[in-house]
Every structure is written in structure tokens, then in C-alpha cells.
């Protein structure tokens, strides 16, 4: 494993792009007919990228929990 990981290529997804990410990527949008894809690294990050891509600037969210 530490092998694989000296000789792994890696770039910055936040700035030109990771030449691992972008082809998964690719991948995504194409399976799913979209334009571009994101590559999200967590549930969490998936979830506020979501509210912040819905909810104006001034507004409020509430986040209510599901009762069992």
C-alpha cells in the first residue's frame, strides 16, 4: 500500500483540477446525463453543498430529525 501511494499521482481538485478525480468525474456525468459532475469527498460536504445550492442568502434553514 505504501508502494502505491509514493507513485500514486495527485493533484489540487480545488483549483486545475486532480487528474484522479476529473475522469470519475467525467464518468458520473455522462452515466447520468449531466454536464459536469462533482466529486464530493463526504456525506456532509454532499448535504451543505445541497442547502447552500437551495436556500437564498438571507434565509434560515431548520434541519428537522425524523421521529423513530
Not at 486545475?16 to 449531466?34: F, I, Q, S, W, Y
Request: charged share 25%; proline share 4%.
Amino acid at each position: 500500500m505504501l508502494d502505491a501511494m509514493r507513485v500514486a499521482s495527485y493533484g489540487d481538485d480545488s483549483r486545475n483540477g486532480d487528474e484522479t478525480v476529473m475522469p470519475l468525474e467525467a464518468l458520473a456525468a455522462e452515466r447520468t446525463g449531466k454536464e459536469a459532475g462533482a466529486f464530493m469527498p463526504s456525506g456532509t460536504t454532499t448535504n451543505l453543498v445541497a442547502v447552500l445550492a437551495h436556500a437564498r442568502h438571507d434565509s434560515e434553514v431548520r434541519v428537522v430529525a425524523d421521529q423513530p
